[in-house]
């Protein structure tokens, strides 16, 4: 049986949702940048307050701050716990914004979050490890005067010791990797969020 075919041709003008692709596109980039920098304050805040908890007053009977037990990190100077929140340490120069780890690297349409704190101790006390800490003049004066308030044998023996340092250990108590995986969900929904806002606003537009 023969067939016959006409040509259909049909014309389109894609102009302007091409448009609006790009400024989409535009747009999207600087809204990401503002996510992910979000998402960062909130993974911070997340690991301080579900993760970490001040420590209360100096016990003077044994010479240490007096903390809560368990699996979470005691705040003491707050060093650490400033540079997940970017806050400032007035006075000292540590902490805060000057130990936050917070980049965006961009690989073409791929946005990468880096999220960290270059506090020195951060990273045994996510893990756990061994530290040496030096024995010096002024700790050992610090160990005798404790001994002197405290009447502990132990500073005593920390005074007179031999040893050139101290073998520390230090059980992980992590906050930055389950603050993440807390944080992860109520990123994705304001992700998602300020995608769609920017879609309907684009597309009204």
Do not use: C
Request: proline share 4%.
């Amino acid at each position: 049986m023969a067939q016959h075919a006409s040509p259909l041709e049909i014309d389109v003008d894609d102009r302007d949702m091409l448009a609006k692709f790009a400024q989409f596109n535009l747009r999207s980039a600087e809204i990401i940048r503002q996510m992910i920098l979000r998402a960062m304050q909130l993974v911070g805040l997340t690991a301080i307050e579900r993760y970490m908890v001040k420590a209360k007053l100096l016990d003077y009977k044994t010479g240490f701050t007096i903390g809560a037990k368990g699996d979470k990190l005691n705040i003491r100077m707050g060093r650490l716990s400033r540079s997940l929140i970017d806050g400032f340490a007035f006075g000292t120069g540590l902490g805060g914004v000057q130990e936050s780890i917070r980049k965006i690297i961009v690989t073409g349409r791929i946005f990468e979050g880096l999220f960290g704190t270059s506090v020195p101790y951060a990273a045994i006390h996510e893990y756990g490890g061994e530290t040496h800490p030096s024995i010096t003049d002024k700790s050992r004066r610090f160990f005798w005067a404790m001994y002197a308030n405290t009447q502990l044998p132990m500073w005593r023996a920390m005074a007179l010791s031999k040893k050139d340092n101290f073998n520390i250990k230090i059980p992980a108590r992590p906050y930055l990797h389950p603050a993440l995986k807390d944080s992860d969900p109520q990123i994705q929904l304001m992700f998602a969020g300020a995608m769609n806002k920017l879609s309907k606003e684009v597309s009204d537009e």
